[in-house]
């Protein structure tokens, strides 16, 4: 049904439309079936043994969980993909996958919080110590290894505030020592980012976000190289990870259209920051497309476009009351956590206790925005609406 990406001569917009599908096996019909199920019956006793058949039992995958896999293997150039019930699971399962007992591993300083959250409180019950280092680091990630380090955790750019960083360089200095490399590359997707192409042997999506793309479900998707895939079968299958059919396919019908989608996203959140970042109660706007980033170099190297996310400072000097005056008086923009659905959200980014390996101001006031599929002029006159509101 599907190729690796390195022997597919099809470009990605073509594997969107295609992959993962095969109407033949299916009477025709264009998208699989929404398989419900537990139970598969088998003919007869003898076919009762280990790969006696293609399906043994729907915890272990069905149809549908096979077509969602198959088309992100196909997407991402895996060996293996599995599915996870959310964004943190997958990240779960990725870390669960390469760890045990007596490691060390290292997280990027900008990790989403909940992956943190995990690195902190679950691990260290296995003997699993987690240090997190500066995304600046690039090769010079060596200087943090140790004997046991078995494990490099990667995000780009980062959450809330939109380091990029050099992952192939780190990729490189991990492999010397034989440590998985493992990146959260839910910003850019599949589609515009390529983790394994870059060195990465787990590839972690909250599918929630941009694959799912409307707000309706929750999804996480890891995607393995051959010296990972071992590993994640396994984990999965022993943790007894499984999603249900309907969120399944929910991914599924968002994949087909996650170009299009992305495309808009991009166009719209270059045109609303064009104008944000000209305005006098703004300090700087977060986002690596942007030539005036820092992060601008990695991204245009290793990316081929960018999403909705992005963020922005307030001056100094902005207390958060008028912040919050500011978040209160959007009409468009809704106040909620997530991302990646066809709507404009926003949220106050809070680091507090979020950085250990690096440093911030505290007293700077930051919104983090997700531009949707809203027209982009709108989204400009209700930011410039609450602007007026708070700082009169
Ligand atoms: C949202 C998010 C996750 C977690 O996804 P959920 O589906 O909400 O669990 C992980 N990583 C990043 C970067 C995210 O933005």
Redesign the pocket.
Known sequence: MSNSASKSPLKPDTRLAHAGRDPNSFHGFVNPPVVHASTVLYPDVETMVPGGQKYSYARRGNPTTDSLEDALRELEGAAGVKLAN????A?ALALLSCVKSGDHILITDTA?Q??RHFADTVLPKFGVTAEYYDPKLGADIKTLFREETSAVFT?APG?LTFEMQDVPAIAVAAHEIDATVLM?N??ATPLFCQPLALGVDLSIQ?G??YIVGHSDA???TVAASERAWKGLYDIHGAIGSHVAPDDVYLGLRGLRTLSVRLERHQRNTLAVLDWLKDQPQIEAVSYPALESDPGFAIWQRDFTGSSGLCGFDFKAGTTKEQAGVFLNALTLFGLGY??GGFESLAIPARLKGMRTATSYDETRCSVRLHIGLEDPEDLVNDIERALARAFG
């Open positions: 959310s964004g943190l699971n990240v989403y909940p992956t995000e959450s959260d839910t910003w909250a929630t976000k929750m999804l996480g997530s991302w």
